[in-house]
């Protein structure tokens, strides 16, 4: 079987494999002879390419998709639009922060919604701009770009968690505008490329009573404040600044909490690659059933694993497999699929993923 682009696809093809859009639903079994009608549903559902049968093309001059899934991510219109979008936006933003914290100016967080929600209305689900997401790991901006990835992870996260659209919108801002207070702290910390000494951890821990500050000034909802000054709290309560414990920390706090630490161990650091997905299920899993609220860090995991369903990734070992079964007992080891063969991750202690492909 070989790899095609969907804009290759011709009727008479006959698809290789079962074909899954990014909420899991089966759009085209295996073994279905392609139409213009079938063709059109894979554009429909932004699938990039699908595996067909080696005798269904025999003759034809098609070459064969090659890419890897994020390549393929990155090269399509949505992406493109998408990482668009969110450049302009994050321009805009980076302005409204700095007239904020420089001149004091006011906050409209309602121009600040809509031009954060127009960068997701490029994705055809939660899914997609999650994996759309997943491919912007290119910036170096410590503050602005991290912010805005965690107001997207958080507006995905509040539809998982099927919060109502209203409070979908407000934990959106809450993500937006979570680490405002580091504007406060002097560049020289907050860009250090070595790990910061005594001093300096105490003085960038102060960036959440900061930005409660400058948020209560300007008289905005509670949740958003609380989400500043608590997004580093812990549900055990060894968090800081307060040291408070999960009964007593605002619920939009614990949300932005669970996706500002994903966003900063998905992104490169001056002294670190990204780490992979899989890798930072594994430290949740084993670190974050005490430390963040056990429903919402449940849901989420889930629905990051979700997102790589059927994807291709590489092992441990420098081979590559297919995510064809989530463990929900152990999500950071799904069923992988090599040929005919299939391995239980979960069984495997000395093997695990090391990137999605």
Not at 29 to 58: C, M, W
Not at 216 to 232: R, V
Not at 270 to 293: H, N, S, T, W
Request: hydrophobic residues 40%; contains cysteine; negative net charge.
């Amino acid at each position: 079987m070989r790899r095609i682009r969907t804009s290759e696809l011709v009727p008479g093809m006959i698809t290789a494999e079962d074909v899954f859009n990014y909420n899991g639903q089966l759009i085209l079994p295996k073994g279905l002879t392609l139409t213009d009608k079938a063709i059109t549903r894979l554009e429909f559902y932004s699938i990039l390419s699908v595996r067909v049968k080696d005798s269904s093309i025999t003759g034809m001059n098609i070459e064969e998709d090659t890419r890897t899934h994020a390549e393929r991510i990155r090269e399509s219109e949505e992406f493109k639009k998408f990482h668009e979008s969110f450049d302009e936006n994050l321009a805009s933003f980076k302005d409204s922060i700095n007239d904020i914290v420089d001149m004091n100016a006011n906050i409209d967080t309602d121009a600040m919604l809509t031009n954060t929600l127009a960068i997701l209305s490029e994705a055809t689900s939660s899914y997609h701009a999650f994996d759309m997401l997943h491919n912007m790991r290119q910036y170096d901006d410590l503050t602005f770009a991290h912010s805005m990835n965690v107001a997207l992870i958080c507006n995905i996260f509040a539809q998982w968690l099927k919060w109502p659209e209203k409070e979908q919108n407000l934990l959106t801002l809450c993500g937006l505008l979570h680490d405002v207070g580091k504007l406060k702290i002097p560049d020289t910390i907050i860009k250090k490329p070595d790990r910061l000494t005594d001093d300096e951890y105490k003085v960038i821990k102060t960036h959440t009573v900061e930005g409660f500050h400058i948020l209560k000034s300007k008289n905005i909802n509670t949740h958003i404040m609380n989400a500043a000054l608590m997004h580093h709290e812990k549900c055990d309560g060894t968090g800081y600044p307060l040291g408070i414990q999960a009964d007593k920390i605002d619920r939009y706090a614990k949300a932005v909490a669970i996706a500002d630490v994903y966003d900063a161990m998905t992104s490169a650091r001056i002294y670190r690659g990204p780490l992979c997905p899989f890798r930072v299920i594994e430290i949740f899993e084993a670190e974050g059933l005490q430390k963040y609220d056990p429903e919402y860090i449940l849901i989420f995991l889930e629905n990051i694993v979700n997102t790589y369903l059927h994807n291709d990734v590489l092992l441990s070992n420098k081979e590559t497999a297919t995510i064809v079964f989530i463990n929900k007992q152990q999500l950071s080891k799904p069923v992988v699929k090599q040929g005919d063969k299939f391995i239980d991750l979960s069984k495997e202690l000395d093997l695990h993923i090391d990137a999605i492909l």
